[in-house]
């Protein structure tokens, strides 16, 4: 599915550089699911933003499905972004002023479907995650379980063959995040691949694999058996 | 504590310069713009306040009959045989005295000029206690006696005592000067126009017992003569107010009002003499100063939305120094203390450069216009600063509220949001200045359009290439018009001559009644009359379309009094209006004019002329006839050739002084005299565009705030649509979109008053512009664009923002 190579990413100030990512070398195959681990500042957002393609790095290759983005421009990546990817944050990032329908539909706003047929995979999706009954409802009026719920089918709702969850529980209480992350393991197992950052060790025991970040650099990397 | 908060406001203004600056700019646009307006308005109404007894006095005017047809509602005068029928009957009153103007050539020492005078009633200096310098009231006691005043002694005396010398009215009356008083000041309307050349300063008071003698005009009896200016004064004791006065006037409408008149004055009305400068705006509906103050108070209102709207913005990135101050046990009153403060800071700023820019621009004003406004700082600083406290406390009230109203947790967090409402209060703020401006932008386009139509309709007469020569009506000049014709005519460049006793523009009207049926007057019909000569039709190249000219060969075209028959030309409209098939049905038939006293005249068609507006402006093409009477020309036409050189004006004065070597020559071009009327609807557009290009401004920085604002509430939503994989473009769009829905629905509003107050100005003209639509829905266009314009920076510099920083932003 992906792979980088060499990848560095350091910001700079007028007096200092800090790097955030150094050397950094992962292969991800289709269907895996990948739980990020690291204490605070390793570098685990910057990874996943730049796997994301939200951000990109200062050197090094990033090769998605084969191909090198690490030079593309922002607007190239908005393309393959949109079409593969979907995101799952801690603070949900949920828009206030839309309905749970109205959040999930956004997705699919950009990606030139017809009306009807955007209804039928919201619908679809909201039954998949549960939250068909809230359609209606704005965001304020859910719990932070259910709003995580409506993020996970926004991330869906596009076919994206791969979903980055920036500590996806991390906001939730330990019912709610066993939910999500039992739901993140349905869609795993139905053949989405999944990146996940997380501070929660039992969290990271869904994944299939696990890499430790410190510094920068990737320590360790452990498979589940 | 006060100091403290002056001291953070103004470090805050340092802090934040590029809105402290739009701020500062706005408001002092606003409150200068309001505040001249104020003065002016206040200036036109305390007119005549230094006269003693301002408040006792009042001027009546005549109310027009609505069936006489003249576009207007009031006059400020009444005939001159009001006066004495009202003093006669109404013994509570302590003075009457009317004042009527005359042009006459003036002859003092070996020089000639047109002077303006005004004949008066001895009780005048009763009513209004001028400054004798030399003589006294008894001034017009005698009916060869006059009062001068001090500049126009000066001028033509110089250190000479001028008491006992001669003026000479018409190189024929002799009257003696006998007092000086001290000029007027220019705010009275004695002496103020609304424009400079209507202003007839009072240099020459005559008695009015001398009228009869020098002009032929009976003023105690006269019931048919309306002029503007020539106004009636009464004098009430103190204890009668202007009421009883008005209850008095029916009484003598009824009792002495001609019959025949009260067909165009169907009652009397009175007004205080405070008034009397502005009458001129009453008489053509058009509450000039009223709109004046009207608008000043809408930029002013525009400016302060702009600063609640900018410092709403604003505070949202002094939320943390708000959560601080809270934490710190700061309370809410003192907070809201704090921010009034700050906006009234800026207010007074702003006053301070609104005070500089009425100092540059009130001289100008003054000498554009003849007027003496002036800033009294001792009377209006009290004004001033109430003024700004109020702009302050009213801008910046809303703001404070916002800001000061979080719990201390959630200002700390600077969570950067606020609820719906809101943002929904300051859209509608946005919306009604998008009202105002964008209403304002309309009523200019139509009023532009329209002034075009009124220059473009003007084009028919060829006023650059006539040149017009006045005053030729008096009878020591009229055996030797035909000298000067045949002088001019032999001056190169020179192609026609004409004579006649009014040019197209001038804004008279000398009407008869006529009837095709003898004796039967009931429903006769309102002509104009002109009085040509056989080349006015020629030279102002109206096509004969039926007929023929009327020509200096044959008798009967010459009116002469006694014969009581003569032959005329009519225009179509007046051929088809008396009930002519046509043009061509109408000559050779006659119609008849019941002179009362001097019996019915008969006016045979010879010819009838194709229909040109001669009055122009707002005017209809109304019904006219025109014959040929030798001695009641006014004005000479002079059309010269299109290569003409400028001397050609020296060569006609020089021709002129041959011929009438006592008069001064009174030349000008024809479109100077359209100019005269035009300029006033001109002023109505360039005073209206200014009120709308400064509100528009206006709003377009509250608009840019606005968005400002709602970018940073929005950073991120826009990161959350470009996650899921929004282009650059559609978040413009969208961005756009949402900054402009205020003006959006605002304009259609705008509209509807914009088309309610364009329609009300283009009744006072007959031939208007079709449907204002097209130039409202620009003014539509034009403010959505500007708004779109103004947002667009914002909305480009946050759809770049990588969406990362805006989903980590909590």
Redesign the interface.
């Given at each position: 599915m992906l792979k980088l190579q060499d990848l560095v990413k350091a910001y700079r100030t007028d007096e200092v550089e800090t790097v955030a990512l150094n050397n950094v070398n992962i292969e991800i195959e289709t269907g895996e699911f990948v739980a990020i681990m690291g204490p605070s500042g390793c570098g685990k957002s910057t990874l996943l933003n730049i796997i994301g393609m939200l951000d990109t790095p200062s050197s090094g290759h990033y090769f998605f499905k084969d191909e090198d983005v690490a030079g593309y421009s922002e607007a190239q990546l908005g393309v393959i972004r949109k079409q593969h990817i979907g995101f799952i944050f801690q603070s949900f990032n949920l828009i206030d002023e839309l309905s749970v329908f109205e959040n999930i539909e956004l997705a699919l706003l950009y990606h030139d479907i017809p009306a009807s047929d955007r209804k039928e995979r919201v619908n679809a999706v909201m039954d998949k995650v549960g939250i068909a009954h809230r359609a209606k409802h704005m965001p304020s009026q859910l719990s932070g379980g259910q709003q995580q719920r409506v993020a996970v089918a926004r991330a869906v709702v596009g076919n994206q063959s791969m979903i980055l969850a920036d500590e996806p529980t991390g906001n939730l209480d330990t019912a709610h995040g066993q939910e999500v992350m039992e739901m993140l393991q349905k869609l795993n197992e139905e053949g989405t691949t999944i990146v996940m950052v997380t501070h929660s060790p039992s969290h990271a025991d869904y994944a299939r694999r696990t890499i430790n970040l410190l510094d920068g650099h990737v320590v360790t990397e452990s498979m589940r058996a | 504590m006060f100091q403290n908060h002056v001291k953070i406001a103004i470090r805050s203004i340092l802090k934040n310069k590029l809105y402290a600056i739009i701020n500062i700019l706005g408001l002092t646009m606003g409150l200068s713009i309001y505040l001249f307006g104020g003065l002016m308005a206040n200036y036109e109404y305390t007119h005549d306040t230094f006269f003693k007894n301002y408040d006792r006095v009042y001027t009546i005017r005549g109310e027009v009959n609505p069936l006489a047809g003249i576009g207007i509602g009031q006059v400020d005068n009444v005939p001159s045989g009001v006066a004495p029928v009202m003093k006669a009957e109404l013994e509570e009153v302590e003075a009457i005295a009317r004042t009527i103007f005359r042009d006459f050539l003036v002859s003092i020492n070996e020089d000639n000029y047109y002077e303006n005078v005004r004949f008066a009633d001895a009780e005048l200096l009763d009513i209004f206690d001028f400054e004798f310098i030399i003589g006294d009231k008894s001034a017009l006691s005698n009916s060869t006696g006059i009062i001068i005043s001090e500049s126009y002694a000066k001028k033509f005396f110089g250190d000479q005592d001028p008491i006992g010398k001669t003026i000479t009215l018409d190189h024929e009356h002799d009257l003696s000067i006998n007092a000086v008083i001290r000029d007027l000041p220019q705010n009275s309307h004695f002496s103020s126009g609304v424009l400079p050349m209507l202003t007839r300063p009072l240099n020459i008071i005559i008695p009015m017992s001398a009228m009869e003698r020098i002009t032929d005009f009976q003023p105690d009896t006269n019931w048919t003569s309306t002029s503007t200016g020539n106004l009636t004064y009464v004098m009430l004791p103190e204890t009668l107010d202007q009421q009883w006065l008005q209850d008095q006037l029916p009484g003598i409408y009824e009792r002495h009002f001609p019959e025949e008149q009260r067909s165009f004055l169907s009652g009397m009305l009175t007004r205080p003499l405070i008034d009397a400068n502005t009458a001129l705006w009453d008489t053509i509906g058009l509450p000039v100063i009223t709109i004046i103050e009207i608008l000043g108070l809408m930029v002013l209102i525009i400016a302060c939305v702009n600063y609640t709207n900018l410092a709403t913005a604003q505070s949202m990135g002094r939320s943390r120094e708000v959560g601080l101050r809270k934490t710190l046990g700061a309370g809410r009153t003192q907070l809201l203390t704090q921010f009034i403060i700050e906006s009234i800071t800026t207010t007074m700023i702003a006053l301070v450069l609104a005070i500089t820019v009425l100092e540059i621009i009130i001289p100008l004003f003054n000498s554009a216009t003849g007027k003496i406004l002036s800033i009294d700082y001792l009377s209006d600083l009290p004004m001033l600063l109430a003024t700004a406290l109020i702009v302050g406390l009213v801008a910046g009230a809303y703001p404070a509220y916002v800001i000061s109203k979080e719990s201390p947790i959630s200002a700390l967090r600077d969570s950067g949001?606020k609820g719906?409402g809101a943002v929904w209060i300051r859209a509608s703020m946005i919306a009604v200045q998008f009202i105002f401006s964008v209403g304002i932008l309309a009523a200019v386009l139509v009023v532009y359009e329209q002034n075009k139509k009124v220059e473009e309709n003007s084009q028919i007469f060829p006023k650059e290439q006539v040149f017009t020569l006045d005053r030729l009506n008096v009878e020591q000049m009229e055996d030797r018009h035909e000298v000067l014709r045949n002088e001019i005519m032999n001056i190169p460049y020179v192609e026609q001559f004409s004579l006649s006793s009014q040019v197209p523009y001038e804004q008279t009207n000398t009407n008869i009644k006529a009837s095709r049926v003898l004796n039967d007057f009931s429903a006769a019909i309102n002509f104009n009359q002109l009085n040509i000569d056989d080349q006015f039709a020629v030279l102002y190249d109206i096509p004969i379309v039926a007929g023929r000219n009327i020509s200096r060969d044959i008798a009967m075209d010459t009116h002469i009094r006694e014969n009581k028959a003569v032959n005329v030309l009519v225009n179509e409209i007046a051929a088809k209006v008396i009930g002519f098939e046509s043009s061509a049905a109408a000559v050779g038939q006659v119609f008849y004019e019941d002179e009362g006293d001097r019996g019915i005249t008969t006016y045979t068609i010879v010819g009838v002329l194709e229909d040109r507006n001669i009055l122009g402006m707002f005017n209809d093409v109304k019904p006219f006839f025109f014959f040929k009477r030798d001695a009641s020309y006014r004005v000479a036409s002079i059309k010269l050739s299109k290569n003409a050189s400028f001397d050609v004006v020296d060569d006609i004065e020089e021709v002129w002084t041959e011929v009438y070597p006592d008069y001064p020559m009174q030349g000008k071009y024809l479109n100077e005299t359209f100019q005269m009327v035009y300029m006033l609807f001109e002023l109505a557009t360039s005073s209206l565009a200014t009120f709308a290009l400064f509100a528009l401004f206006l709003a377009a920085i509250g608009l840019f705030g606005l968005a400002a604002y709602m970018a940073e509430q929005k950073t991120?939503?826009i990161?959350?649509?470009?996650?899921?994989?929004?282009?650059?473009n559609?978040i413009i769009r969208l961005l756009i979109w949402q900054f402009s829905t205020p003006v959006l629905w605002a304009t259609p509003i705008a509209l509807g008053l914009s088309y309610y107050a364009s329609n009300k100005y283009l009744e006072i003209f007959a031939d208007r512009i079709s449907l204002p639509y097209g130039m409202l829905l620009a003014a539509g266009i034009g403010g959505i664009v500007i708004s779109w314009l103004t947002v667009a920076t914002q909305a480009f510099t946050i759809a770049k923002t990588?969406?990362?920083n805006a989903?980590?932003h909590?």
């Open positions: - | 949001r719906r991120r939503e990161g959350i649509r470009k996650v899921l994989g929004a282009s650059n559609q990588n969406p990362v989903l980590y909590e």
